[in-house]
């Protein structure tokens, strides 16, 4: 098993990194989770063949994280995909995802390929491979936004996900609203935890290192002028703490037993 980052930057685009998304390759399958813009050139500078993902996991709609959706379906279908697609999110995002898609001109019955969207639950598990089972839990990140939304046709969901496999607990927060989100899977003691750090500072992050849970902490979805300082603070680290925290880069891929 395979847990590749396609992308590691925050929001704020950069040249040298792309949004966040990282991949889960699971002997046959291949699970992506979120879809920002430019998600398909993310794909192709790590040489990753659109056609070779089996399922899409989306956390929320902020633009960073699924705007590029269409154009991965659109190079889909013109690399004449016949496999199906399974697309995964909570259920109140699904109809919102069917009309961007539609918006976008890709109509279902024209592609190449069948997508199947499978409306996923909080605290319910799903399956999206054989080895792989995934919870996902609404975080507070568009809490802020709600009051916003005076034609009450939006959805303020956004899905921190536990992946697990074999004896692997991987606690991806996607994007959060503070520190307190990043315990919202505590009762499952992750074994790794992949953290945002756009909306949470280090010394907060930093809280976590002496517990037994997570043994380890990677960080992404930073912006580029975050860098110097992110590793600043992983120097000044305790050197018993120096292995359990990891500054992520596109490309980074780690190994897992299952």
Do not use: C, W
């Not at 969901?157 to 315990?183: A, E, K, M, P, V």
Request: proline fraction near 3%; charged fraction near 20%; charge should be negative.
């Amino acid at each position: 098993m395979k847990l590749q980052f396609i992308g590691t930057a925050s929001a704020k685009t950069s040249l040298k990194r792309f949004h966040s998304s990282v991949l889960l390759k699971d002997k046959d399958q291949s699970i992506l989770i979120d879809t920002g813009e430019a998600v398909t050139k993310a794909l192709l500078s790590q040489y990753i063949y659109f056609n070779s993902i089996d399922s899409i996991i989306i956390t929320h709609l902020h633009a960073d994280h699924y705007s590029g959706l269409p154009a991965l379906i659109t190079q889909m279908h013109l690399d004449n995909r016949t496999e199906v697609l399974n697309i995964y999110a909570d259920i109140t995002l699904i109809e919102n995802l069917q009309d961007f898609l539609y918006n976008s001109y890709i109509f279902l019955k024209r592609l190449s390929f069948q997508i199947n969207f499978i409306a996923t639950e909080v605290n319910v598990e799903f399956s999206v491979s054989e080895n792989v089972k995934v919870v996902s839990i609404n975080n507070s990140h568009l809490k802020k936004y709600s009051d916003f939304d005076v034609k009450k046709r939006l959805s303020f969901t956004s899905s921190s996900l536990l992946l697990n496999f074999g004896n692997n607990r991987i606690h991806y927060s996607g994007d959060i609203g503070g520190f307190s989100d990043l315990q919202l899977m505590d009762k499952f003691n992750p074994t790794l935890l992949i953290a945002e750090t756009a909306h949470i500072t280090f010394s907060e992050i930093k809280q976590l290192l002496p517990l037994p849970f997570p043994h380890k902490i990677i960080l992404t979805h930073y912006s580029d002028e975050d860098i110097p300082e992110l590793k600043k603070s992983i120097l000044s680290l305790p050197d018993e703490f120096e292995d359990k925290i990891l500054l992520a880069e596109d490309g980074l891929t780690l190994n897992f037993q299952v």
